[in-house]
């Protein structure tokens, strides 16, 4: 089983930054790695997703405010999130699709902005 731990959530106010961590517990060199969101009575939506090429999805409402990242060496993620609006609070977990097409989840990150 894959352990993954998100790191990094918080309270902001509205139009501040806040860099998420997301750290496994195996290699990421081979997999799709995400970061996916959740607010109180909305379903889970994806933010921002990165492949084993480096190449990158975003959700519409993020693009060109949150950037995701990777290092395969330490099996780390990132979501650096600019420019931060009260839309954009939820809870937020990381993904990680693995070679068999298996999913595994975080515990979340709370992430709170404040207007």
């Known amino acids: 089983q894959v352990q993954l731990v998100e790191s990094g959530g918080g309270l902001v106010q509205a139009g501040g930054s806040l860099k998420l961590t997301c750290a496994a517990s195996?290699?990421?060199?081979?997999?799709?790695m995400g970061w996916y969101r959740q607010a109180p009575g909305e379903r889970r939506e994806l933010v921002a997703a990165v492949a084993p090429s480096g190449g990158t999805t975003y959700a519409d409402s993020v693009k060109g405010r949150f950037t995701i990242s990777r290092d395969n060496r330490n099996d780390m993620v990132f979501l650096q999130m600019n420019n931060l609006t009260p839309a954009d609070t939820a809870t937020y977990y990381c993904?990680?699709?693995?070679?068999?097409?298996?999913?595994?989840w975080g515990q979340g990150t709370q992430v709170t902005v404040s207007s």
């Open positions: 195996e290699s990421i060199r081979f997999v799709n």
């Open positions: 993904h990680l699709r693995n070679v068999r097409q298996l999913d595994f």
